[in-house]
Structures are given as structure tokens and as C-alpha cells.
């Protein structure tokens, strides 16, 4: 059975710091594309930044571009999200996501297939 668990997320002043975990299991997802996206309360998922297989290509929204970082760590089944200079607009729950039909870059929702269960983010101001 296929799991994404999420970890690290929590509250944190404006202008602060947190790193999100994503650590699957259940398969290898070392081939996969994998993503982060975020849900605001009464707003739609939205995209923030997705990462290639190999973790040498990377995509960020315009609105996390410069603050985010995502990375992985394949030997680990493990993605990462750092976040710098948080905004209080940055406040959602964070979800990520595999894409084991690709191996690029990919920011459609619609094209990952497994979901973790999310982390709440808490930015104040």
C-alpha cells in the first residue's frame, strides 16, 4: 500500500523558517516525479514546487520563487520543503504528491496519483 506522510509543519512568525518531510512508502518512488501543493481555508489546491526523479530539475509557484526550496532524497524515499521568509499568505495545510506515470517536472494536479494526508502551516503576523 502506497503512503505519503508529511511531517514538520506548525506556526511560526513572518519571517521565519520551517522544513516540511514528505517520507513514502510502499513502493520506490526514486522514478517518480513529486510535488508540493497547498489548500488555503475557502481557496483551491494550488501548486508550490515539484521536482524531477533525479532531483536536478525543479519548479517553483511565482509566489514561493526565491523563499522555497524543495529537495529529495531518493535513497531516503524522502522530499523536502524548506520554507524561508514565511508570509502569513503562506498559511495552508501542505500536501505532497508522486507522479508515477512521469519523471519530469510536473505542476497539474490532476497528474499526480498518491497524496499524503497534509500539514498544517501557521504563519503569524
Known amino acids: 500500500q502506497v503512503q505519503l506522510v508529511e511531517s514538520g509543519g506548525g506556526l511560526v512568525q513572518a519571517g521565519g523558517s520551517l522544513r516540511l518531510s514528505c517520507a513514502a512508502s510502499g513502493r520506490t518512488f526514486s522514478n517518480y516525479a513529486m510535488g508540493w501543493f497547498r489548500q488555503a481555508p475557502g481557496k483551491e489546491r494550488e501548486f508550490v514546487a515539484a521536482i524531477n526523479w533525479s532531483g536536478g530539475s525543479t519548479y517553483y509557484a511565482d509566489s514561493v520563487k526565491g523563499r522555497f526550496t524543495i529537495s529529495r532524497d531518493n535513497a531516503k524515499n524522502t522530499v523536502f520543503l524548506q520554507m524561508n521568509s514565511l508570509k502569513p499568505e503562506d498559511t495552508a495545510v501542505y500536501y505532497c504528491?508522486?507522479?508515477?506515470?512521469?519523471?519530469?517536472?510536473?505542476?497539474?494536479?490532476?497528474?499526480?496519483?498518491?497524496w499524503g494526508q497534509g500539514t498544517q502551516v501557521t504563519v503569524s503576523s
Open positions: 504528491a508522486v507522479a508515477v506515470t512521469y519523471r519530469v517536472v510536473i505542476v497539474i494536479p490532476g497528474a499526480y496519483d498518491y
